[in-house]
C-alpha cells in the first residue's frame, strides 16, 4: 500500500511542479529579460526523497514522458520490463505512473537518466507497449538544461505570485 501511495505522491509533485511551470510562462513578454524565459526551460527535473523525477515534453505535440528513479539507478539503462525502483509513463501510453507489477512495458522498454550539473541531465527513453491495435514504440533523448522547483518559485515571486 506504502508504494501505491508513494507513487502516486511523486505525480501529485511533478503535477504542481508542471503547474507551476504553466503559471511562470503566462507572464507578459514585456517584463521578460533578454533571454525570453529567464532560464526557465520546459523539461522539468526534481529530487525527492532519494528519487531523481523528470517530466519531458516531446516537441509541441502536448506529448510528454515521466520517469521516476531511485537515486542509485542514475547513471544506469533500467530495463523496465524488470523489478526495480522506478514508475514510468507518459501521456501518449495512457498516462501512468507505472511501475514493474503492472507488467505494462514489454521488451526493449528502458530509461536512463542522470544529472550532468546543477540544471543539466542526460535522458533516453523507449517504451514498447501493447494496445488495442497492435505493438508500438516510442523513443527520444535529451541532453541539456532543466527546471527545477527552484526556479519556478524565483520566477513566480519575480512575478509578484506569493503563497498564502
Not at 508504494?3 to 507572464?27: D, E, G, N
Not at 515534453?57 to 533500467?78: D, H, K, M, R, Y
Not at 541539456?144 to 519575480?158: A, M, N, P, S, Y
Amino acid at each position: 500500500m506504502r508504494k501505491s501511495i508513494q507513487k502516486w505522491a511523486y505525480a501529485l509533485v511533478t503535477c504542481a511542479f508542471a503547474l507551476a511551470l504553466c503559471v511562470s510562462f503566462s507572464a507578459c513578454s514585456s517584463d521578460d529579460d533578454s533571454k525570453g524565459t529567464d532560464g526557465i526551460v520546459p523539461v522539468l527535473f526534481s529530487e525527492f526523497d532519494g528519487h531523481y523525477s523528470v517530466l519531458y515534453p516531446l516537441g509541441l505535440t502536448n506529448e510528454s514522458v515521466f520517469v521516476n528513479i531511485s537515486e542509485t539507478l542514475a547513471g544506469q539503462q533500467i530495463d523496465l520490463t524488470k523489478p526495480g525502483d522506478w514508475a514510468a509513463g507518459g501521456s501518449f501510453v495512457g498516462g501512468g505512473p507505472y511501475e514493474y507489477d503492472e507488467h505494462f512495458f514489454q521488451n526493449g522498454s528502458y530509461v536512463y537518466l542522470r544529472k550532468t550539473g546543477d540544471h543539466e541531465i542526460e535522458f533516453r527513453f523507449k517504451y514498447v507497449w501493447k494496445d488495442k491495435s497492435g505493438v508500438k514504440t516510442k523513443e527520444g533523448s535529451y541532453k541539456g538544461k532543466v527546471t527545477i522547483q527552484k526556479d519556478i518559485i524565483d520566477k513566480l515571486h519575480l512575478q509578484g505570485y506569493t503563497a498564502n
